[in-house]
């Protein structure tokens, strides 16, 4: 291990333990709330199960404006929820506040799509069966989505680490807080360049297993 990783050796695991503790609560925030969303955003479009044009709007107006804005601004509009919500705008508690709700709007708008994909007929044969919309949403839509809908989320988890490098504004610490606080700013380029490589591996890995799962589950 070269030398420098081992003089900084406990501030690295403290900025990977922040950053998986970032990007940890945003995937539950993606997958709890986020699933949810992107589910009646499709079940409330016109010609849908559910449709309802007030709530399809609304929701539909909520996931753009909050995916519209650029992250950092987020975050920094955010300070006064984030401190009613944690009791502090400062941390890595507080960072996952900005980065959940982006979350949310991320992954709903995939999982909208990934639905969207799923064949006509498939809700038809639901419908025709009986089926109830509880059944219609787990036993054929996720069902026959699945595999889009692990992709997404795999998309999401890449995008929530890409994320979790601007919380250093707001005292968030992780990876890329760490490197551009004793990489950058300290003019310690090579220690810069070994974050960068822990952050590409770590995409790297959860690319591949995103993808393998994807592979493993798809029916088609």
């Known amino acids: 291990m070269p030398e420098i990783l081992i003089q900084y050796e406990a501030e690295i695991w403290k900025a990977i333990i922040e950053t998986f503790m970032m990007v940890g609560v945003s995937i539950l925030a993606a997958v709890l709330i986020g699933l949810p969303v992107g589910t ?3 079940l409330c479009r016109k010609g849908q199960m559910l449709e309802n044009r007030l709530v399809f709007s ?6 753009n404006i909050i995916r519209s804005f650029p992250f950092l601004l987020l975050v920094v509009f ?3 929820f984030t401190r009613l919500i944690i009791g502090t705008a400062i941390g890595t508690a507080a960072a996952t506040v900005p980065l959940s709700i982006i979350a ?3 992954y709903s708008r995939l999982v909208e799509q990934s639905l969207l994909d799923v064949p006509k007929g ?4 639901a419908i025709s ?3 109830s919309v509880k059944e219609v949403i787990f036993k054929f839509l996720y069902v026959e989505a699945r595999s889009g809908l692990v992709l997404g989320l795999t998309t999401s988890i890449i995008s929530f680490i890409s994320y979790s490098t601007i919380m250093g504004v707001v005292g968030g610490g992780g990876i890329g807080d760490f490197a551009i606080r004793y990489g950058y700013q300290q003019f310690k380029t090579d220690l810069m360049m070994y974050m960068i ?10 690319q591949f297993t995103g993808t393998t799962v994807s592979r493993m589950i798809d029916k088609r």
């Open 78 to 80: 955010l300070i006064p």
């Open 129 to 131: 069966m009986g089926a």
């Open 122 to 125: 498939v809700m038809e044969a």
């Open 197 to 206: 490589v822990i952050m590409v591996i770590l995409v790297q890995l959860i």
């Open 58 to 63: 609304t929701l539909n107006l909520l996931v």
């Open 40 to 42: 009646l955003l499709y």
């Open 104 to 106: 949310i709007a991320h």
